[in-house]
């Protein structure tokens, strides 16, 4: 095991290092920014769990994507991941609203029948190919820099990978900024926004789109499960210390590079997978967050009440 | 330092991962032997006379029964991401348990494992009392926080040197296959323990899920047993997490108590129905990955739970998608034919019952709508018996096709009567006890007349003191008349 302050410096040493280093945590900043974009509006609505619902339901459809083109093209296995995650939430709301289940039933039988399609489906389709499983269920952002380099106009261009997740990332930016009044009247007043005339229920699905986009962009670099960490802790440590969206919104920025330049480091010290250090991190830094937030804290809660008792006497 | 560098597509990676998994996966499948023939097989699996597959048999339905009876109590309090999030919460608990015992020992395993999901749970009330912190987000937080600490914590066990940590995968994933009698152990305590606590504190459990304020008021100690559940609950998990895996565990916890629940209002026939339904879906999975090649056995017990969830969700004779859209349409097609008969009456009635037949025209313009569609109406009451038919006989001149006439027979008399009777009856009764004025009682008249029973309108006629006349001065006719036949039953044409 490393000394801390060796830790602290070793990733950056050499210059190769430096190159390397920097794509990964470039890679993780972009994921944990473009979810908790998305987290943030998806945690006000309560349904934070639909993260973790859409992200298993995927699997049968980059299954089924393999099994009909026969090859693993970045296409295909994206589009069956994206059809199979509306359909996992398009079978959540039917569930939910033509049948007498609630809705965390619906959500837990829907997203759990799909992933054991998708295991079915694979077991017995799929070869005995034998590779670490540690990927799937970790992600693979440590292996970031190795995608293929593209290139552009005969210039390198940089990594593939990068590329796509930018793409994505800048996606959910430009539509959370143009559709920003719209997702926030339909958030927190849903009749409100009936009455204004706005498509309530399309903005729903448009939500729903980009959960699903950002899920299957994401979930190859820090795995299955852990996409749900990315998408509920920075909304919910940066709402014990703002009070209003927009800064909840903005302080995803701060708080995904925290996350990424941390995890990095923490894999580096501990030798953990990379994105679940990340999430590590994120308890981290919820931990005082939610002891000592100024907006709801347990303790800073505690203090005032306390002083407001004393007042009171 | 760094992983050796794989120049391959991050695809490749990623179906080749997901390959492994499936022979993992593969691993655990039960069947083992190169009989051809399915029959034998089937009767092999079912005369259970291999001790495997008596294991294997015993232990799938006991956890089908352990995690349905749970799940029956899960999913009615709406707790069912909840037994995601605990079954997730485990993981750091089994790779502590290892930790201390330093050795694969079941017990200890277990053990960590039950504390560690308990003290997720008792995280996530606490953040829900203590902050403002939804539900939702808690139990997500808990999951993710609790599962990466897990996989932080069993990657640095397996890098440690003194290894072993091999198997501590078999949790993500289970497997039927490596079961033992010892297995059975702690499967069968759990369900002693659920079915003990099930029957004590039946009352007490129902009043403390169903009005935690009443339960409270009552002298309950609600918050004890709420974490006495959830105890039970995570061991519930822990026993049946080696079989069949994180994910999947909270799937035999949901389906069968969501099954149950599309069959029965009441609790202790849900658990009772979710115990079954989780039993046969254990005991069906098991058989199917038995007979087919390449099937490992907890997913397809989870699937075999899905199907009689969609079967019973379609075809369930109570409240199945398909029976009560088929009893809808049957009742538009009734409440169709009531008010076409309806209007036959008024069409009737404007000439005073002079005659006994009626012009398909007339009945157009009465109901407002295109001939095309009354000539469909009459044929629909022609079909069940309630009108004939005839050309008019006296219009012979003219080259235009003779109209149609249309009379009712005695039923469909009956019938119409009786709705213009219900109809006529409800204007007058909205009226004269509830004070409506009378231009507005037609709407809702219109609708209570195809719902209303016989022993309703009497009670209003008893009521009216036997009105002669409604609201807008036309006569109400009688049960009597309706009996009779009333004024001038019309006759039935001979074909």
Redesign the interface.
Known sequence: MLDFAEALLDPWSTQEQVI?NLQIVFMGMMVSLSCGLVGCFV?VR????L??AVS?GI?PG??IA?LITDS???GP?WIGACLAGLGCGASIEWLRT?????E??A???TF??F???G??L???E?????????????G?I??TP???KLELWGLPSGNQ?LWNMGVVCLTTMISVIVFYRFLLVTSFDCSLARSLGMPVVWIQYGLMLLLALVVVASF?SVGV??V??M???P??SS??LFHRLPSILICCLPLSIFYSVAGLHLAHY????I???M??A??VI?LPC?LLGPN???LT?NRLQIREDSRDL | MYLPIWKKLKYTLLILVLAREASVLKAAQISSTTEQDWVNQAIRFWTFTDSSIQIIAVGAILIGINCGLMGGYVVSRRLSMFGDTLSHAVLPGIAVGFMISQSKNEAALMLGATLSGFLGVSIIALLKRHTKMKEDSAMGLVLSGFYALGICLITYLQQSPNGGMSGLESYLFGSLVGLSTGDLLPLCICLSLIIVCFVLLNKELLLSGFDPSFARSVGLPVDILQYCIWLLLAFCIVSSLQVIGVVLVSALLIIPAATAGLLTYKMSRLLVYSGIIGAFSGIAGCFLSFMGERLPAGPVIVLCSTLLFLTVLFFSPTRGILPSWLRTRKRGQRIRCENTLKACYQVLEECSFSKQSFSQTSLARRRRKSAAETEREIEALIRQGYATRQESPTEQKSELPSETMVSLTPSGWEIATRMIRNHRLWELYLTKEASYAPDHVHDDAEKIEHIIGEKTVRQIERILDNPQRDPHGKLIPSQDDIDRGWLSPPLVVDK
């Open positions: 390397w945690v309560r349904m934070a769990l993260g973790d298993h699997l980059i299954v393999y693993l093209s970045i296995v033509k049948t007498p289940l609630r965390d039933a959500m837990g039988l759990t029948s992933f054991a399609l295991i079915v694979l077991s017995l799929a070869g005995a190919t034998h590779l670490d499983p540690a990927c799937f269920l970790y693979e440590g292996l190795l995608s293929p990978a190859e499960i852990l749900l960490a998408m509920i802790l909304p919910v709402a014990f501990m030798n953990f997978p994105s679940a250090s999430a590590l994120g308890i919820f939610c709801g804290g347990i809660n």
